[in-house]
């Protein structure tokens, strides 16, 4: 039984039928041979009740914790990090620990603008197409998508899983934001819907990940400084008229890659020293 519960379903059953057979075939070889006749309906069923008892086992115990990982996770992450975080999982925490992550702020502009030049019918459908072309390509680009919060999107990178290019990943996110806005955007003027105009912020920064909430309701989300600084970054993109602002923390890491404008040194609420943000115009060529 201890043997066949590190055992996946898939190979357990076929290791039981594979026993069953090899024990029968020897009986039956030493009956021929000599004459004596082994136990068989007792050792057969001593094995199908070992591999039962393995798999209820692993039900209950071994795959308890992964069955909680991929209900935490499902919503979040694409398919391809759920199963990346299952075969990981001994690295992943659902209790709190300190990350360092690229967190994405996005904001519709505009919003009751919008509401009130839209029927609610059309506005419900313009929201879901939105909020499910935006969501396909955080997933496209392995982030995790944290909550809907109204109009607005918050995603990150870099947890759960510990990833390369965190900060590439999100500005390539971001521009195939744009380019899908602009699709969705020529969609909708021919069927006469106003055009959305969207505000989209990265930052990075040290945050506190974790599963998080009360027992009728948990979230894996982060929370922390870096999370309200990202808010601040995306909230100026209607005053810089912009539609993607970078940290200058992200900058660094992306400056190869991306053509930007750096605009004067910004105020944010709840900052006490004004912050360095970039205008991202387009990638570099060969990029």
């Known amino acids: 039984v201890w043997f066949m519960t590190g055992m996946k379903p898939q190979n357990s059953i076929p290791l039981m039928f594979a026993a069953m057979a090899v024990y029968f075939l020897n009986a039956v070889l030493i009956f021929s041979k000599a004459g004596i006749v082994l136990p068989v309906f007792d050792p057969l069923l001593a094995v199908v009740l070992a591999c039962a008892g393995s798999l209820v086992f692993r039900y209950l115990v071994v795959d308890r914790e992964k069955r909680a990982i991929r209900a935490t996770f499902s919503r979040f992450v694409s398919p391809k990090i759920v199963n990346q975080i299952l075969e990981n999982s001994g690295g992943v925490r659902l209790g709190g620990e300190l990350r360092e992550v690229v967190i994405f702020f996005s904001d519709i502009a505009d919003f009751t603008g919008l509401s009130e030049r839209t029927s609610p019918e059309n506005l419900v459908d313009i929201l879901n197409r939105y909020f499910m072309e935006m969501t396909e390509i955080i997933f496209k680009y392995d982030g995790t998508l944290n909550k809907f919060i109204g109009d607005a999107i918050m995603a990150f990178y870099g947890a759960p899983l510990t990833q390369e290019a965190n900060a590439e990943r999100a500005v390539r996110a971001c521009l195939a934001m744009r380019n899908k806005l ?16 969207v505000g989209m912020g990265i930052h990075k920064g040290a945050v506190l990940a974790g599963n998080i909430g009360s027992p009728r309701q948990m979230e894996y989300t982060i929370i922390g400084d870096a999370v309200n600084v990202c808010s601040r970054i995306e909230t100026l993109t209607r005053k810089l008229n912009t539609d993607l602002l970078i940290s200058d923390e992200i900058y660094q890491e992306v400056a190869d890659l991306v053509v930007v404008e750096s605009p004067k040194l910004q105020e944010v609420k709840g900052k006490s020293s004004a912050i360095k943000v970039h205008k991202v115009l387009n990638l570099k060529e060969n990029n």
């Open 182 to 197: 602009e699709e969705l955007n020529t969609m909708w003027a021919a069927e006469g819907i106003p055009e959305m105009r």
